[in-house]
């Protein structure tokens, strides 16, 4: 059985681990406040081009999402985001538990643009309706897909135009940032948006995920938000080395670059075969088109998400690469698709 | 300039206002802990043929709806609203900041029905996702349509199949249960529903909604969650005594009975005339599709609520009648229609 | 029987109710939008010579106080008040369910020093810690006494020194203005503080507190807080006429000099017998300390509460006057002191 | 520079990182739904002697107490706590911030009486005030104390009597039940209390809190409340891997075994010298009281903290120890005792 389930089913490339062996009995700072999170705090500053940035490095999406959500909004204010968007479907409302509400539209793509926001201004007149003050994406998307750097250009500009904070979530900004299709740098991002974070978890990471602050309206007491909610890791350290070692020759994007090329071959391969897609494939999440009989079938030898159901006979499924992925769990998918034969 | 604006723009019927001066220098117990609320509570658990329900009286709607909610659900739980619902759109989010998502579908006449309510089932599936756990419906709904006995049968079967509480918002009540369109009786409500209230400030007094707790699960330690809330009133009875008049001799039915035939009137003129409804005109609040220029002449002598653009030239507007509408008012509204001629 | 058990037993004054009838069949624009309420606050301004404050009036105390400090504080913030301040124990949490902590110190007369925050701040050194932002105090206190100048102004400079808020909660404010200890105006309040309010539930209203915001920081969107936490009245005009009446003619003063006075018959009565207090009589709020046999007999013809238990035999007492507190009611009082002879 | 600051500044014990290195490539489950944290669980519920527990590890203490308290409690209701408690201390409001206040008391040794929580529900009488619904004690406590066996039984006891849930903070547990004043199990806990937890970070993981729900009542949905507050760790086979570990051989007791033994060694050093304590020493957390100077002239060498003030000259300090305090740092500690000569 190989999974294609998620980009979060093993541990950690093998120099992580490594690191972290052999920093074990170093006597550190705790909470974060050591050197190995100040360097990679460094790291990411010079790699953002942002060098007044705040960074702190959390443990999860979840968690970096809510805690940014709670630092900068004020009781009445809202944030929007696509439908899709995770903080409207994933996280168990941990954004309303915190007192605020999302404000969503539908979107083709998982992205949202200027005309979709300014139709959520123009329905939030006055103080019987929440106050819209934060917009949320994610690059790449839930969906798998990317912004270039004009649509992002657009909502930056659209945010600054409205009195709104741009934040990005980056879970996945390995993969989007070394898709062929991209056009955008760490620097570009920073330089766009108020807030984003970087993904470890998904690229390598056993757990991180690193928040850079670029606006300074943003930055007060955050550390005081992370304790707050439980997010500030005793031996924070162990965040801290990760992310060092992430940003030491550019670990985090070869790993990234390794989930998009293997993405890319089953891609090829399902689009050779005649498969369609449910969202053009771009990153390392592929939503390929499969009949319920192919997707019995696979399930004997292959873990994957199904996603969303087509018609009476297909639905999409969610087959997702990582820095993990080995060749041969690649080939031998192929090789199962090969055996459905001319099935679909 | 007379105002069709909303069904609270005077103070309370006279027979109220004489209750209230006729008992002011009554000592009373604080905290509705008064024989005046006791009585009251007795006569609405007599109508609503409910005799083991729990009255509670609130000031006024956004507070009772949020107070019902936040006492009724656990922390990862959610709302299902139609997404008009009062709570959806124009309560500032005070759902959301006492912790809750509101899950939304639209409608065509802003009433819920249990395929709507099935699809966010289907949705949330699993600790990844909020859990609903509640239905928040109006009677009348905030756009004027009702409920019918069948339909709201159907709802309350469809929240017990699936362990649902159904909260329905009567801040209108009054005007749907003496709608010649409606089949549904007090005791119907209270029959087919967890909670409920019953609306007086949109019904002739100062401000008051009789909250009716029917179902023993949502009772528990309520007044906590009033004081918490801040809508526990000091002088509880001024609530007591304006519900007391309210269910003496059918007060309550007879006020929004003259809303309704105020408003029929209007909706008569309207359809006479050749208007058009964005929603089939039920109770007192008329939806009836004008052209711009006619929103201008009408506003020079009334006050109304645009509602919703249409198209390039229209808009739906928004006219509400009361208790408080006068015979004048409505004479000189059809008066001002006939002045606008042909030009629609 | 005859209630001293609260400031809030009776209705309105009758001028109030008067204003009320007068103006009933009015159409007002709703949530406070109205005349009256503009009106009321421009004489509230002026009493208080602060021409740039923001007024708001609000239904009643637990709802002024959680919302002001909402609308105040970010997550991390707490605010600081006496033991026995009304949002430590009286709110059943109203401010720790908007997220807030409340430090406390116990004092010996309910009134905050500056050496008693200092005490506070030097305790949250760090984020590990919430961080106090803000001082509740209560002008006249939950147990009767008040603040003089010179103690204000020195926790005015506190507060400056160390960037905390000072919120003064003035539910009784009439109560503490028109003592003979008093030597503070209401220009001076609004002086040295940042935000307070001025109660009318406890001075012959039927409700409301109309919050006077002095800090620009503190006004920004103060209605979206008060529409999302249920604090805004339909009706708001009904606050605006009784605020009106209050602050014509300083029926407000006189109201609360009644009250006084009431309070100092029965305060000299109870020295010149020779009963002791638990606290100084300052203002509408005695508290006297009367054996448990006493209480029993007193009790049978007056309401009022028991405070705290002193010895075996000894409980302190609150007994509380009004502006609707009669001379018969005080004088059967005394009549009944002098019917328990020397028991004491 | 040696540091006895706390118990979690090293990485994990070696077989601990030995047993994440050799799992590292495995495919597993998300979200702690893979077999290591399965079998950690039954491991946990068999050491604990409660088959029928629900088992979850979450990341971290504050993390753990905030999810467990917002699981348990309704909106009005209160958790007690000694006033050195974690919660109300060193946790940035996390409680107030899911909106329950703390209830506190003083208490010589950090350790709750029934006589301490009589008072508090003494003081709670009606819904004007907040409900205590939950006792949170920690064993070891903040000072390093030790709950003995019918210590717990009377407060399991008052609790049972009260309606009130008993909460038991075990961050220090292996402390605590390794020490040589104890006279509890594993099992004696589970049996006493309805909820506890099996700390982790501060006894030789990299990080992790085991939480064992003993009472039906609190199992509900509790995974929508990890997931909710951003405590559901992505990769959650790493919190059972450890576990697992930690439960295999006794791990978990060796470790705070030698924890305690290393503290033993220095407070013996410390009482043949002399020194007095703050708090008698009983695990592995020592309060010795020492000089201003003596402090200034340690803090060349050893890293620790000024805990108290005693008086113009003395402080007490706390000195930690762990799992992985070398007898070298023990020694040089003793040395540089020595080293002061008599100067106390």
Known sequence: MYSFNNDYSEGAHPRILQALMETNLEQNNGYSLDRHTAHAAEQIRAEANCPAADVHILTGGTQTNSTVIAAALRPHQAVIAASTGHINVHETGAVEASGHKVLT??????????????????????????????????DSTEIGTLYTKSELEALSHCCHQNDLWLFLDGARLGAALTSPANDLTMADIAALTDVFYIGGTKNGALFGEALVIVNDALKADFRYLIKQRGAMLAKGWLLGIQFEELFRDRLFYDLAAHANRMAARLGDALTERGYEFAYPPQTNQLFPIFTDEMIRNLSKNFLFMPYQRIDEKHQSVRLVTSWATTDAGVEDFIRALDAEGIRR
Do not use: N
């Open 105 to 138: 539209r539908p979107t083709a793509d998982g992205k949202l643009t200027p005309e979709l926001i300014q139709e959520i201004l123009d329905a939030h007149t006055d103080e019987h309706m929440v106050q819209p003050k934060m917009v949320y994406t994610s």
